[in-house]
């Protein structure tokens, strides 16, 4: 089967650096990628890792560790807008993206 | 153009009604997705169009029909719902289906179905 783990909820406030984790156990994979949903939203793309390593994108930053099967979002200098679910999704190279199981992220004043 | 667009926003039916959810995209993308949402979950696979060509069905009950009438539409066909299947259905495209390609994918704001 395939399974992404993600804590649900993650806390933190303005200004602050949070790190939401993502393990996952897939067959086949390609890539992991973040996804971010406001509520009542759409999700919209954030980032991209096919390689190990680190991705900068402006306050945010993805990592992979493929043999680990672990990657992680870091959000830094964090805004009230930052509030949302952030989903990683992994790439099995099967037409298709399997979504991990969400995390809340809150952040307060 | 980023943009995906759906609709209705909104639709409430009943489980004898039969209605159609609309998508469209016009930034040239060959791979065109349904997916499921219900709250606090992520989205669920539903069907996976390459080229126009229905691709991926991922076990999803007849009563919902996927159709792609050309490259830049999209629909889904509801028929005999039950109200387990009220959830937000989201469409999305991406620019292909090869190995690299689903992982950036544009979400439409989704349809908001309730079937009572």
């Known amino acids: 089967g395939q399974s992404l783990e993600q804590p649900s909820e993650v806390t933190a406030v303005e200004g602050a650096i949070v790190q939401i984790n993502c393990t996952y156990q897939t067959s086949g994979f390609y890539g992991l990628s973040w996804y971010q949903q406001h509520d009542g939203g759409a999700p919209t793309f954030l980032s991209y890792?096919?390689?190990?390593g680190l991705e900068e994108t402006g306050r945010f930053s993805s990592f992979l560790s493929r043999s680990d099967s672990y990657g992680y979002l870091l959000l830094q200098e964090l805004q009230m807008k930052d509030s949302a679910s952030y989903f990683c999704?992994?790439?099995?190279?099967?037409?298709?993206?399997?979504f991990g199981t969400g995390t809340r992220l809150l952040v307060s004043p | 153009d980023t943009e995906v667009t759906q609709t209705p926003k909104h639709l409430v039916m009943g489980m004898t009604n039969k209605k159609s959810l609309k998508c469209e995209q016009h930034?040239?993308?060959?791979?065109m997705y349904w997916y499921k949402q219900k709250a606090k979950k992520p989205p669920e696979l539903m069907f996976v169009y390459s080229y126009e060509k229905l691709s991926i069905n991922e076990s999803v009950p007849s009563r919902f029909s996927p159709e792609c009438p050309n490259s830049s539409l999209l629909n889904l066909h509801l028929h005999a719902l039950q109200p387990e299947d009220s959830a937000l259905y989201l469409c999305?495209?991406?620019?292909?289906?090869?190995?690299?390609?689903?992982?950036?994918?544009?979400f439409g704001p989704g349809t908001r179905l309730t079937v009572t």
């Open positions: 999704a992994v790439n099995t190279g099967f037409q298709k993206l399997v």
């Open positions: 999305a495209s991406s620019l292909g289906t090869g190995t690299q390609s689903p992982y950036e994918q544009y």
């Open positions: 890792n096919a390689l190990d």
């Open positions: 930034m040239g993308h060959r791979a």
